[in-house]
């Protein structure tokens, strides 16, 4: 294995899975985790097989993705409103349980003609704004679209879901118990004003990495959506809902230059480490883009295409040509960087597996 890589430890990928199953399970909700994370329908089997009911994903090119490797149950969290994308769901929707999503009556109608001209029903749910200010209808308008959307023919809605990860109150937070408790009180009242209007859900989903646990536990609550969790990163550390001996991936750097005692170069820049996540922001003010294991002298503080400049406080026997361990910020985007990912098994060999889902921006 060269550098720069992104290797994934086994042991601990598979308790990162184990964990989240069991929690979902003792909650008694559906975890119907989110791919963008691994991008990979073989670790998307594993959290199948430790009891996830289905997946998650972003775009319809990623769910054709999982298909082809053998998932048959995905929500397309993401409101398809072109021709082209509706079609190819549609297609897709023939040969697996797949669940798509609107936030605007436009965007309902447009699935339900494209259904009503193919002949099938689709089943939807209606994404719901609850303080992250993206997508999704917003809170108090969300009945009477429902409403609409109930009376058009062509598609069946089965529930509501919504993104908010550490908000609170309309802010980013640190307190993720609240947020979360909140998160999921939002969606239980919806649901129950939805029913009193005669429109009857079922799902009833929530949840990011930090916040699905509180949300979870809000009666009412019948999904979520946790996807960061199955490799963790320094975002979540600093978010407390991981230590760093959970943290599951990891960029693995060369020192090709050592300009000075107080700076090293690695083969990793912006081609190889995220950069959505910068340092220096509300609420968790992360510093530098990403932490280097064992090494708390050095700090990745900044990135060109292909340069990353480590600096370094204090004293360090690091030279050129060793090999730095670094957790990304964001882990998420940075797997999307990568065509290949090495899994590490407990007894140190390396198994390379392709990135299947990366790119897939339609």
């Avoid at 992250?132 to 108090?140: D, S």
């Avoid at 598609?155 to 998160?183: S, V």
């Avoid at 990891?250 to 996540?277: C, E, Q, R, W």
Wanted: proline share 4%; aromatic share 4%.
């Amino acid at each position: 294995m060269d550098t720069p890589a992104l290797v994934i430890e086994r042991k601990r990928l598979e308790a990162n899975v184990q964990k989240m199953a069991d929690i979902a399970r003792n909650q008694n909700v559906e975890l119907r985790p989110h791919t963008k994370t691994h991008k990979n329908p073989q670790i998307a089997k594993l959290q199948l097989d430790a009891g996830a009911s289905g997946i998650t994903v972003a775009k319809l090119s990623e769910a054709e993705v999982m298909a082809e490797g053998g998932i048959s149950d995905i929500f397309i969290a993401y409101p398809l409103v072109s021709e082209t994308k509706i079609l190819k769901a549609i297609e897709l929707s023939k040969r697996i349980r797949l669940i798509l999503a609107f936030d605007s009556l436009e965007g309902a109608r447009r699935l339900a003609e494209a259904a009503n001209q193919a002949g099938v029903i689709l089943e939807v749910r209606m994404e719901i704004d609850s303080g992250l200010r993206r997508t999704g209808v917003l809170y108090n308008e969300a009945v009477e679209l429902a409403k609409k959307g109930k009376e058009l023919a062509g598609i069946k809605l089965t529930g509501i879901y919504t993104f908010r990860g550490p908000i609170l109150d309309g802010k980013p937070t640190l307190e993720i118990e609240e947020a979360g408790r909140q998160e999921g009180q939002l969606m239980a009242d919806l649901a129950e004003k939805l029913r009193a209007a005669d429109i009857p859900i079922t799902d009833v989903s929530v949840g990011s990495t930090s916040t699905y646990a509180s949300a979870a536990e809000v009666k009412g609550i019948t999904e979520i959506r946790p996807g960061t969790y199955v490799f963790y990163d320094r975002m979540q550390e600093k978010y407390h809902c991981c230590s760093q001996e959970e943290c599951a991936a990891a960029i693995h750097v060369t020192v090709v230059s050592k300009p000075s005692n107080s700076l090293l170069i690695v083969d990793g820049g912006s081609k190889t480490f995220a950069t959505d996540v910068q340092p220096g922001q509300p609420p968790i003010y992360l510093k530098g883009f990403g932490e280097i294991i064992g090494h708390p002298e050095m700090l990745l503080e900044r990135l060109t295409e292909e340069h990353g400049m480590v600096t370094v406080h204090g004293e360090t026997d690091v030279q050129i040509g060793d090999v730095l361990q670094i957790i990304p910020n964001h882990i998420c985007s940075t797997v999307n960087l990568h065509n290949d990912v090495f899994l590490q098994n407990e007894d140190g060999t390396l198994e390379r597996q392709p990135v299947l889902g990366r790119g897939k921006l339609q």
